[in-house]
């Protein structure tokens, strides 16, 4: 009677002891983005584990990921995708993961502006409209489109683990206020610059988002891609266009050779306004989303005054 | 051809001296570059002058009305609505104005700013706020 007794209590006590362990763990993360790794950490802090797999300063129109990266994407309980077909290697990840992972691709989740697909990139011209169009995949420029993001991670995160619901949901709020008080500066710092003076050059087309934000006119020197270099007909449309417009200035990212973008400067008298951050966090001031944001929109506009 | 070789040698010397700065002048590439930064500042906007009118449904009220970065209309206000005139860049596209305003007494307040241009109509807008506003407005004009 007494061993029937203590087996029924190891079971009920094993039952019970289960989830308290489980409780204990943390959330294993995989991000593919490095503003989705910030959203994440901020979000989850304390009970979530994150890899963030694309580094600061790697192109993620560029980035391949490793083996190692792989088995890590293999391990999470989540893996956070940017979406709007940026993850070209989304059949390798889930071969690895053997769709075992749930994959998030927080950029789908909001609206698109459509850009021109880029006919030497196969990923692109793949996922292209009738009409040659695609999503444009850098939605992390907008402010608003980041606050829409951490509120899909915090709803994720809590249908993992609505244990700690209350402190996602905290996180999440604290995030949200340094987001909107950054939106409030970039508005403020960007009233500095006449209407007619919001015109953007830059190495690629990156900066939709942002512009569509602040009511900036873009003349992109690339298309989607930074893989592939500009035709001649577009550097002397573009030229055309920075001579006729009286830009001032021009800017280059930090993940791009910056040889087509200096030529065109020499072509047009226009100055080199300096470097953004345009697929991701780079390092020093842009290694965070507010240094960036605050970094590119600084530029932006002290350049173009 | 006549004289001696030596003249020769020196007038064709001269020639080529001569068609040197020429040819500098319109092979190198400093003389494209320093155009469209000049054309920049002659395409600058005009200005254009405005009555500006302030509205506070709460007085007394400070204010400040910013504009490219500049304050270009500050003070401090007993009655409801101040006004002045300003002279404006006023492009297609628009201008944005920063207001600030604040007020002592914790309520419900409306904020009014309207433009009023001397050959078309009034622009206005409106902003809320409870102890204190502070926006960027957007002002065009009607076509």
């Given at each position: 009677?007494?061993?029937?007794?203590?087996?029924?209590?190891?079971?009920?006590?094993?039952?019970?002891?289960?989830?308290?362990?489980?409780?204990?763990?943390?959330?294993?993360?995989?991000?593919?983005?490095?503003?989705?790794?910030?959203?994440?950490?901020?979000?989850?802090?304390?009970?979530?584990?994150?890899?963030?797999?694309?580094?600061?300063?790697?192109?993620?129109?560029?980035?391949?990921?490793?083996?190692?990266?792989?088995?890590?994407?293999?391990?999470?309980?989540?893996?956070?995708?940017?979406?709007?077909?940026?993850?070209?290697?989304?059949?390798?990840i889930q071969q690895a993961t053997?769709?075992?992972?749930?994959?998030?691709?927080?950029?789908?989740?909001?609206?698109?502006?459509?850009?021109?697909?880029?006919?030497?990139?196969?990923?692109?011209?793949?996922?292209?409209?009738?009409?040659?169009?695609?999503?444009?995949?850098?939605?992390?420029?907008?402010?608003?489109?980041?606050?829409?993001?951490?509120?899909?991670?915090?709803?994720?995160?809590?249908?993992?683990?609505?244990?700690?619901?209350?402190?996602?949901?905290?996180?999440?709020?604290?995030?949200?206020?340094?987001l909107d008080a950054l939106d409030?500066?970039?508005?403020?710092?960007?009233?500095?610059?006449?209407?007619?003076?919001?015109?953007?050059?830059?190495?690629?087309?990156?900066?939709?988002?942002?512009?569509?934000?602040?009511?900036?006119?873009?003349?992109?020197?690339?298309?989607?891609?930074?893989?592939?270099?500009?035709?001649?007909r577009h550097v002397a449309t573009?030229?055309?266009?920075?001579?006729?417009?009286?830009?001032?200035?021009?800017?280059?990212?930090?993940?791009?050779?910056?040889?087509?973008?200096?030529?065109?400067?020499?072509?047009?008298?226009?100055?080199?306004?300096?470097?953004?951050?345009?697929?991701?966090?780079?390092?020093?001031?842009?290694?965070?989303?507010?240094?960036?944001?605050?970094?590119?929109?600084?530029?932006?506009?002290?350049?173009?005054? | 051809?006549?004289?001696?070789?030596?003249?020769?040698?020196?007038?064709?010397?001269?020639?080529?001296?001569?068609?040197?700065?020429?040819?500098?002048?319109?092979?190198?590439?400093?003389?494209?570059?320093?155009?469209?930064?000049?054309?920049?500042?002659?395409?600058?906007?005009?200005?254009?002058?405005?009555?500006?009118?302030?509205?506070?449904?709460?007085?007394?009220?400070?204010?400040?009305?910013?504009?490219?970065?500049?304050?270009?209309?500050?003070?401090?206000?007993?009655?409801?609505?101040?006004?002045?005139?300003?002279?404006?860049?006023?492009?297609?596209?628009?201008?944005?104005?920063?207001?600030?305003?604040?007020?002592?007494?914790?309520?419900?307040?409306?904020?009014?700013?309207?433009?009023?241009?001397?050959?078309?109509?009034?622009?206005?807008?409106?902003?809320?706020?409870?102890?204190?506003?502070?926006?960027?407005?957007?002002?065009?004009?009607?076509?």
């Amino acid at each position: 009677m007494t061993i029937v007794k203590g087996f029924l209590l190891s079971i009920l006590f094993g039952a019970t002891s289960a989830p308290l362990a489980n409780a204990g763990e943390k959330l294993r993360i995989a991000s593919f983005s490095t503003v989705l790794t910030e959203i994440v950490q901020q979000v989850g802090a304390t009970h979530v584990d994150v890899a963030g797999l694309v580094k600061p300063g790697q192109d993620p129109h560029e980035y391949q990921p490793t083996p190692s990266d792989l088995k890590q994407a293999a391990d999470a309980k989540l893996i956070l995708l940017s979406g709007k077909h940026l993850e070209h290697y989304l059949d390798k990840i889930q071969q690895a993961t053997g769709a075992k992972a749930e994959s998030l691709a927080v950029g789908d989740a909001m609206p698109s502006l459509k850009m021109k697909a880029d006919p030497d990139e196969s990923q692109a011209e793949a996922t292209a409209e009738q009409n040659g169009m695609i999503d444009d995949p850098h939605w992390w420029n907008s402010v608003s489109n980041v606050e829409k993001a951490t509120m899909i991670v915090r709803d994720a995160l809590t249908k993992l683990d609505p244990a700690d619901q209350a402190d996602y949901e905290k996180n999440a709020k604290a995030y949200l206020a340094k987001l909107d008080a950054l939106d409030v500066w970039a508005k403020r710092k960007v009233a500095e610059l006449p209407r007619d003076k919001r015109k953007l050059v830059t190495s690629h087309d990156a900066f939709q988002y942002l512009a569509k934000d602040y009511g900036f006119k873009v003349y992109a020197i690339e298309g989607v891609s930074t893989e592939t270099e500009p035709s001649n007909r577009h550097v002397a449309t573009l030229i055309d266009d920075i001579k006729s417009q009286h830009v001032k200035a021009i800017f280059l990212e930090n993940t791009l050779n910056p040889k087509v973008s200096t030529e065109i400067t020499r072509e047009t008298g226009a100055k080199i306004g300096g470097s953004l951050y345009a697929d991701g966090f780079g390092e020093g001031d842009g290694s965070t989303y507010e240094g960036m944001f605050r970094h590119n929109i600084s530029t932006i506009v002290d350049s173009l005054k | 051809m006549r004289g001696s070789p030596l003249v020769r040698a020196i007038l064709v010397v001269i020639a080529l001296l001569a068609l040197l700065v020429p040819l500098r002048t319109l092979t190198s590439r400093r003389s494209e570059t320093a155009t469209p930064l000049q054309q920049a500042d002659q395409g600058s906007t005009a200005r254009k002058r405005f009555r500006l009118e302030l509205t506070s449904t709460t007085v007394p009220f400070k204010y400040q009305i910013t504009s490219g970065g500049e304050t270009i209309w500050s003070g401090e206000s007993n009655s409801t609505t101040v006004a002045t005139d300003a002279e404006l860049k006023f492009p297609p596209e628009g201008i944005d104005l920063v207001v600030d305003a604040s007020w002592t007494e914790k309520k419900q307040t409306a904020v009014r700013l309207a433009l009023i241009p001397q050959d078309s109509a009034m622009i206005a807008q409106t902003i809320w706020g409870t102890t204190s506003v502070s926006e960027v407005l957007t002002f065009q004009e009607e076509k």
